[in-house]
């Protein structure tokens, strides 16, 4: 079974960064590409970022685009998402996911697999 942890998350303020990690206890890390998505209370799941299977292609949602940087490690079966710039608007539960498909990223649809979330405040 595929298992999804993320860490990194915190208390943060306004300004500053954090830097969150997914490690992935899938031998098939590497042909799965992957996403952050992110919660607030009382909001829908919404789209962050997603990287292709190589790390040859990013994608971001605009609200993140400039501030926000994805990255992984296919060695260390890890994704990051180097996070500038906070804003207390970014604050969020912080979800990694992985899909077998390279289409569609920055939809839930097509993700198999989801972390349990990591919590990300930025205090003004």
């Known amino acids: 079974q595929v298992q999804l942890v993320e860490s990194g998350g915190g208390l943060v303020q306004a300004g500053g960064s954090l830097r969150l990690s997914c490690a992935a206890s899938v031998r098939t890390f590497s042909r799965s590409a992957m996403g952050w998505f992110r919660q607030a209370p009382g909001k829908e799941r919404e789209f962050v970022a997603a990287?292709?299977?190589?790390?040859?292609?990013?994608y971001y949602a605009d609200s993140v685009r400039g501030r926000f940087t994805i990255s992984r490690d296919n060695a260390k079966n890890t994704v990051y998402l180097q996070m500038n710039s906070l804003k207390p608007e970014d604050t969020a539960v912080y979800y990694c996911?992985?899909?077998?498909?390279?289409?569609?990223?920055?939809?839930?649809?097509?993700?198999?697999?989801w972390g349990q979330g990591t919590q990300v405040t930025v205090s003004s």
């Open positions: 996911a992985a899909s077998s498909t390279p289409y569609g990223l920055d939809s839930t649809r097509p993700y198999d697999y």
């Open positions: 990287i292709s299977r190589s790390g040859g292609s990013t």
